[in-house]
C-alpha cells in the first residue's frame, strides 16, 4: 500500500476541503502513487478517483417521529414534565378557559328564553366575580335559585 498522504494533501487543497474529507479509491492507489504533480490530481478527481466526502449531520428522522407522537399526546406523563402544573397552564389561561364556557353558556340560555336578561346579567356577574368553579357549578346554582327547569341545559 503505497504512501498518499502527498496526493491527499493536495487534494484537500484543490477539494477545499480538510484531509480527513478525501476518499481515494481503494482499487487504483497503484496509480494514484505515481501522480506527482497538482495537474495529476485534478485529473484524478476528475476521473472520479479522488472525491470529496459529505460532512457528517445528525439525523432529523427521530426528532420528526417523536414530534409526531408529541402531536398526538403521547409523552406526556410525568416523567416528561418540566415545571409545575401552574407553570406548564398559566392561571390566567385557566380563568379564560373556565370564564369563557360559562359566559357562552349564560348567553346561550338567554338567547333560547331559558332565562330572562335580568337573572342573566345577576350571574354574569357573579361568574366574573369567580363564583362558580364550571359550567356545571354555574347550572346547578341556576337550578337551585329556581331560574332554569331541569330538562333543558
Known sequence: MPDLSNQRRMAAALLKCGEGRVWIDPASQEELADAVTRSDVRSAIKAGVIRRKRIPGTSRVRARLHALEVKKGRHSGPG??????RAR????DRWMRRIRAQRDLLQELRDS???????YR????RAKGGMFR??????VNLRLAGHLKEEGA
Open 89 to 92: 397552564l398559566p392561571k390566567k
Open 113 to 119: 328564553k331559558k332565562i330572562p336578561s335580568g337573572v
Open 122 to 125: 345577576q350571574f354574569y356577574r
Open 134 to 139: 364550571s359550567r356545571a357549578h354555574l347550572v
Open 80 to 85: 416528561s414534565r418540566r415545571g409545575t402544573p
